[in-house]
């Protein structure tokens, strides 16, 4: 398995490819992805630029740790196939699907992958792939976008989009988005991939984009999508496990590996009871915390 | 690689360059404005003729309006200028 499958994604931060401006120095706000966009940021027009300013980009700027995904064009469109060799011979670590409906797209793009990989002599199975939902029909075949390749390595709600379907619009509430949100997280941990939350684009509202953000936290999601490097510490603040967290984290995998050999199954930990169902979630919170760089 | 007809890249915002490219008179003419010329003027000069020979064009007029774009930057916008030339697509290995 490709080790990046499961690496920490709390942010994924969107940028035009077209730009000089933003591709040069992303890396410096230090968001966990960047998303060069080729997509709708990008005019009909400026389509063919956009693939030369990111090749060159990925060829030679040091993202120094960022990930570095690449959203394509539609599959509706004339542009993907070479949106892929683009961002494959450039050297991107993954590609996003938009307007994903079902699992013969992923196959579909996983193909012209493999392809590029080796015409352009790189590592099979280095690319991976994450598909991004922006219709009823996506959601409802959420399940199977996320099993769909052994490259997938998660599923992203494109909210814009996909309220448009709904017939309903952004509320700034979250109340149109719920059903969603929820169908797409357990999709993805029933298929063992990550989720990702779509873009708050009220960037002058940023106690809203904080109550968001923690509201998908609760709900199990893996990092957000966002617009602004000013959003990136909100949401590493919300994702990265306090000391707190940590230290009774820590406690609970000591205590249970300890009550284990002693054949005790219930316990207490700071006057919580605690059995082995807590095991892999409070390892999770020292994984992520390792990941965060905080443990 | 010959240039059909003349044709653009690039923007005039910051960190970009706009290139812009037609048929020359038989050599490569090159018409360089920057606001970092005489800092950078001949590291531009080089990045530009280094790509056009990799390119193979020997024959053009090019104009490079330089607002203090990387040396990627300045590649990837000569190249699209010379492909949108040609209406070609970049071969992406053999520019690397």
């Known amino acids: ?295 | 690689m010959k240039i059909q007809k003349p044709a653009m890249a690039g923007t005039l915002e910051s960190s970009d360059c706009q290139v812009t490219v037609e048929k020359g008179q038989g050599t490569v003419e090159l018409e360089l404005s920057s606001s970092v010329i005489n800092q950078y003027g001949e590291q531009i000069r080089r990045v530009i003729q280094e790509t056009l020979t990799k390119l193979e064009v020997e024959d053009v007029k090019i104009v490079v309006v330089d607002k203090g774009a990387l040396d990627c930057t300045i590649r990837a916008r000569v190249e699209c200028a010379v492909y949108r030339a040609n209406e070609e697509t970049g071969p992406w290995r053999e520019l690397a």
Request: aromatic letters at 8%; charged letters at 30%.
């Open chain 1, 1 to 295: 398995m490709n080790q990046n499958k499961k690496r920490l994604r709390r942010t994924m931060m969107f940028l035009n490819a077209q730009k000089p401006g933003l591709i040069k120095d992303a890396y410096i706000y230090q968001p966990d992805s960047i998303m060069f966009d080729l997509e709708d940021a990008v005019a009909e027009n400026q389509k063919d630029a956009a693939r030369y300013s990111l090749y060159h980009g990925l060829k030679t700027i040091d993202y120094r740790g960022c990930e570095k995904i690449v959203r394509i064009n539609g599959l509706d469109t004339p542009y993907w196939r070479e949106d892929v060799r683009c961002a494959v011979a450039g050297g991107c670590d993954g590609i996003r699907v938009p307007k994903t409906e079902s699992a013969s797209q992923i196959k579909l793009v996983e193909g012209e992958i493999v392809k590029a990989e080796r015409a352009y002599e790189v590592e099979a199975g280095k690319v991976l792939i994450m598909a991004a939902v922006e219709s009823a029909r996506g959601v409802m075949k959420a399940m199977d976008v996320c099993e769909a390749s052994e490259r997938m390595f998660g599923i992203a709600l494109s909210g814009g989009d996909y309220t448009r379907d709904l017939q309903t619009h952004i509320t700034g509430t979250g109340v149109e988005l719920m059903g969603a949100r929820q169908q797409l997280i357990i999709a993805a941990r029933a298929a063992k991939v990550q989720c990702f939350d779509t873009v708050y684009t009220d960037l002058d509202n940023m106690e809203g984009f904080r109550k968001e953000v923690e509201t998908i936290h609760l709900m199990g999601f893996d990092g957000k999508s966002i617009v602004n490097p000013r959003q990136i510490r909100v949401v590493h603040d919300i994702f990265t496990p306090s000391p707190k967290d940590i230290s009774f984290s820590e406690k609970v995998v000591r205590e249970i590996d300890e009550k284990k050999e002693k054949g005790i199954g219930v316990f207490t930990v700071d006057g919580k009871m605690i059995d082995i169902a807590f095991y892999d979630g409070a390892k999770r919170i020292l994984d992520m915390a390792k990941a965060s760089g905080v443990y």
